[in-house]
């Protein structure tokens, strides 16, 4: 007689891509995060921080989620606008699954409508996603939700906190179910498919935002020329932030150097918490003219450089 077998069969795996679609400063960036539970893209209270598609990858049972942080939809009105706007567009139709982000302060403003408007042509499953619930009223809430399934077909309606993490358990299982059978496509320790290097630059980036409160966070990038692992367990990095102008170059280094040393002394603080090593960040600035018009700067950054 043959022995019983014991051997349990092994959960079949799931794994897609989730993009995640809203107006400029909804939280997709804090989501992002707060769903992979440590620090893959960029957030800042001003809008439009993300240019590129950011992927956090998160491991929900047998599940892997490859989060696709899109730049906010918005009205463009440059070159580089129009870039983040393409590749947001881009990342909803390349997804398996969509996530659609609301305000809950905004709700279905002008913004919301314009994207709600094109997202009928995304032919994937789609769930709503309405964040920052804890700063309005339970019956506004409701009404809201119940506007935007009327104005669209949604599989599931989540209410969360990005910030406060109220909600994210749920919508992290939810996603996880949702996504198609199939292999985990990176490693299960991955949590993220940008090179430190890009991530790196994208926290300078994020600290000129910080510091900086004119309009020339949106006129500037920055590039990790080199990254170099030294013998004691430290790593040297040398970043170059382009601006367009001389006047901007001046801001950017402050008076007698002091605002440069501050957004390096706070990159520095966190690049070095992420690798787990000591960081030495040494920045220059430089005037490149016309940098969004330049066709590798939108290759660097991860965009598809608009013809027109």
Not at 98 to 126: R, S, T, Y
Request: some cysteine; hydrophobic content about 45%.
């Amino acid at each position: 007689m043959k022995a019983e077998e014991t051997t349990a069969t092994p959960a079949a795996t799931r794994c897609g891509f989730v993009a995640l679609i809203g107006a400029p400063n909804v939280g997709k960036s804090t989501l992002v995060n707060a769903l992979v539970g440590e620090k893959v893209t960029i957030v800042s209270r001003k809008v439009q921080t993300t240019r590129a598609l950011i992927r956090g990858i998160v491991i929900e049972g047998n599940a892997q989620i490859i989060l696709v942080d899109t730049p906010g939809i918005f009205a463009p009105k440059r070159r580089l606008d129009r870039a983040m706007v393409i590749t947001a567009w881009t990342g909803a139709h390349d997804a398996d699954l969509v996530c659609v982000l609301l305000d809950a302060k905004l709700g279905l403003d002008a913004e919301a409508e314009a994207i709600f408007e094109k997202l009928a042509n995304v032919p994937h499953p789609k769930m709503l996603v309405i964040n920052k619930i804890d700063l309005v009223a339970r019956e506004k809430l409701l009404a809201l939700a119940k506007a935007a399934n009327d104005r669209m077909k949604f599989d599931h309606t989540f209410m969360i906190s990005a910030l406060s993490g109220d909600g994210i358990a749920d919508l992290r299982k939810a996603l996880a179910s949702a996504l198609p059978a199939g292999p985990f496509f990176y490693p299960e320790d991955q949590m993220t498919v940008a090179p430190m290097r890009h991530l790196a630059a994208e926290i300078t980036r994020e600290k000129i935002f910080e510091q900086l409160h004119q309009e020339l966070p949106y006129q500037s990038t920055v590039e990790t020329d080199t990254w170099t692992e030294r013998k004691d367990n430290s790593v040297r990095i040398e970043q170059t932030i382009f601006v367009e102008r001389e006047s901007q170059r001046k801001i950017v280094l402050g008076k007698g150097g002091a605002t440069i040393k501050s957004i390096g002394a706070a990159a520095r603080k966190e690049i070095a918490e992420i690798v787990g090593h000591p960081v030495h960040l040494f920045l220059f600035v430089k005037v490149r003219e016309d940098w969004g018009d330049d066709p590798d700067r939108y290759r660097e950054m991860g965009l598809e450089f608009p013809k027109e």
